[in-house]
Antibody, heavy 119, light 110 residues
Framework: EVQLVESGGGLVKPGGSLRLSCAAS????????MNWVRRAPGKGLEWVSC????????YYADSVKGRFTISRDNAENSLYLQMNSLRAEDTAVYYC????????????WGRGTLVTVSS | QSALTQPASVSGSPGQSITISCTGT?????????VSWYQHHPGKAPKLIIY???NRPSGVSNRFSGSKSGNRASLTISGLQTEDEAEYFC??????????FGGGTKLTVL
């Protein structure tokens, strides 16, 4: 069974940092591109970032470019998102999901971890 | 990239059919056959139910179907069941080579 389990969310002050993790199991992690997608309260889904299976390409949404860094550890079947210079508008549930361009079919998702940016 | 436009809510009775629209532009929905639909029950992981406009992943009920005309994609759910009550999101490839999602549609099964 495919499982994606996010962790690392919490309450952080504006300007602060947080590192999210996603533990993957039940599929060959090393062959999948991985993504972070978020959903702010009362809003729709927003794609955040993508990293290819072999780190060959990395994409970011304009809204997080220069502040967030996506990475992965294929030996540990894990995906990460380092979030710096956090803003109130980054408050959201963050999901990890498989998927790659150009189809961007997000086949598998986790249940998400909540990030709240507030003073 | 602006979010795709979906109705905020739709409703239907058990056994009925409903259709959810997803409107974009020629830079996303209208330009590519890479539209996906997701079902999201609160507190659970979103689930892919349609990919590449009209294809169903293995295990997804054939009550779910997708189509596209011009800049508008549609998700139709036939034979509504109470467990279909959820939020539904569309997404599309864009000319920026990144994906864009819709704002989501809450389906209520009366």
């Amino acid at each position: 069974e495919v499982q994606l389990v996010e962790s690392g969310g919490g309450l952080v002050k504006p300007g602060g940092s947080l590192r999210l993790s996603c533990a993957a199991s039940g599929f060959t992690f090393t062959t999948y591109s991985m993504n972070w997608v978020r959903r702010a309260p009362g809003k729709g889904l927003e794609w955040v970032s993508c990293i290819s299976s072999g780190n060959g390409y990395i994409y970011y949404a304009d809204s997080v470019k220069g502040r967030f860094t996506i990475s992965r550890d294929n030996a540990e079947n894990s995906l990460y998102l380092q979030m710096n210079s956090l803003r109130a508008e980054d408050t959201a549930v963050y999901y990890c999901a498989t998927g790659s361009p150009p189809t961007w079919d997000f086949d598998y998702w986790g249940r998400g971890t909540l990030v709240t940016v507030s003073s | 990239q602006s979010a795709l436009t979906q109705p905020a809510s739709v409703s239907g009775s058990p056994g009925q059919s409903i259709t959810i629209s997803c409107t974009g532009t020629s830079s996303d929905v209208g330009g590519y056959n890479y539209v996906s639909w997701y079902q999201h029950h609160p507190g659970k992981a979103p689930k892919l139910i349609i990919y590449d406009v009209s294809n169903r992943p293995s295990g997804v009920s054939n009550r779910f179907s997708g189509s596209k005309s011009g800049n508008r994609a549609s998700l139709t759910i036939s034979g509504l069941q109470t467990e279909d009550e959820a939020e539904y999101f569309c997404s599309s490839y864009t000319t920026s080579s990144t994906p864009v999602f819709g704002g989501g549609t809450k389906l209520t099964v009366l």
